[in-house]
């Protein structure tokens, strides 16, 4: 299911940018930047601090092996991202 607003954009702003980018890349803005786009300072911005710490902060596994593990578990979940 899909909510309408993330899908076209919360503000105007957001979807001119989407248009510019499907115009431009041939392709429509990703979901994921969609979802960290919406309610920005609510959802978007502190999930997107706590995903950075996940794959970039300390860790015994190399930030290699983290974006590995995500792209495994995406293709396992037939997720474009």
């Known amino acids: 299911m899909r909510v309408p607003t993330i899908e076209r954009g919360e ?7 989407y248009k510019v980018v499907r ?5 429509p803005m990703p979901d994921v ?3 960290l786009r919406f309610r ?7 999930f ?7 794959m970039r902060g300390p860790s015994a596994w190399s ?7 995500a ?4 293709k396992k979940n037939e997720c474009e991202f």
């Open 71 to 74: 792209a495994y578990v995406s």
């Open 11 to 17: 503000h105007l702003g957001d979807r001119v940018l």
């Open 33 to 35: 930047v969609r979802t």
């Open 48 to 54: 997107n601090d706590m995903i950075q710490e996940v």
């Open 63 to 69: 930030v290699g092996e983290r974006e590995l593990f």
């Open 23 to 27: 115009v431009v890349s041939g392709h």
């Open 40 to 46: 920005a300072a609510q959802f978007g911005t502190p």
